[in-house]
Nanobody
Framework: QVQLVESGGGLVQAGGSLRLSCAASGRTFSRYAVGWFRQAPGKEREFVASISTSGITTYFADSVKGRFTISRDNAKNRVYLQMNSLKVEDTAVYYC????????????WGQGTQVTVSS
């Protein structure tokens, strides 16, 4: 099991950038795939991006392709979400989640960090 803590959220103007960080506890973090999700008020939680254990394979929601990148530093037990060209519709609480080795679900979740993009 790993515990996840997100940070880096805040208020930014449209067109700006933010970098979210997901810090994980546990010695086996490098064996977990990690994803970022977001939930806007009144909407369901949606997938944003994910990264494989090695960092080689990444996936992005169509809505963020070309604007967001995801990376990880297994030595530091961290995963990052770099968000560029932010839009008002990116406003949401952003969560990181981890999928354990051999698992097929996001079983570990952080508490979330608020991202607000103003026009």
């Amino acid at each position: 099991q790993v515990q996840l803590v997100e940070s880096g959220g805040g208020l930014v103007q449209a067109g700006g950038s933010l970098r979210l960080s997901c810090a994980a506890s546990g010695r086996t973090f490098s064996r977990y795939a990690v994803g970022w999700f977001r939930q806007a008020p009144g909407k369901e939680r949606e997938f944003v991006a994910s990264i494989s254990t090695s960092g080689i394979t990444t996936y992005f929601a169509d809505s963020v392709k070309g604007r967001f990148t995801i990376s990880r530093d297994n030595a530091k037990n961290r995963v990052y979400l770099q968000m560029n060209s932010l839009k008002v519709e990116d406003t949401a609480v952003y969560y990181c989640a981890a999928s354990p080795p051999g698992g097929n679900s996001w079983s570990n979740w952080g508490q979330g960090t608020q991202v607000t993009v103003s026009s």
